[in-house]
């Protein structure tokens, strides 16, 4: 029996710190089986954001390891889809010659929150669950 090919996704956005960082760390979780996904960034950040470690181990999603990347290295990979997820990376994205989709899908960036760290936190913990809520399903429905 012939094993299927895993489809290939990349999620861009500005830092590659919070955002599509929480986006990789949901298809790795939900959709690993069928999806091999990558994250990076315009500008990338120095670290990954804490607080987007913190509310994804709250839901069983281990991101603590990831880097922010930039997206260069990606650009002349293959590449089934290719998802921005804040508007500032679609603004100045490239085009993905080896992408079969590019789709945008626009969350607000939790790392700009203010507030004390639990006012802050009630914000990450939006941004994920819309995250999984909206881009999960789009990602399941091309497979």
């Keep these: 029996m012939q094993t299927m090919a895993k489809k290939r996704v990349l999620i861009l956005c500005t830092g590659n710190s919070c955002r599509s960082q929480m986006a990789e760390g949901w298809v790795r979780h939900l959709l690993g089986e069928r999806w091999e996904v990558a994250s990076a960034g315009t500008q990338p950040a120095d670290q990954i954001a804490p607080l987007a470690v913190r509310v994804m181990a709250e839901v069983g999603v281990d991101i603590s390891a990831a880097k922010p990347k930039h997206w260069a290295p990606f650009l002349d990979q293959r590449w089934d889809l290719v998802v921005t997820v804040c508007d500032s ?14 789709i ?3 969350f607000p960036d939790p790392v700009s929150a203010v507030g004390s760290e639990k006012e802050r936190l009630v914000v990450y913990r939006a941004v994920r669950d819309n995250i999984r809520a909206r881009l999960v399903p789009e990602i399941t429905k091309r497979l």
Excluded at 89 to 102: D, T, V
Aim: proline residues 12%.
């Design 104 to 106: 945008h899908l626009s």
């Design 89 to 102: 990376a679609r603004e100045s994205c490239p085009i993905f010659p080896g992408a079969a989709e590019q």
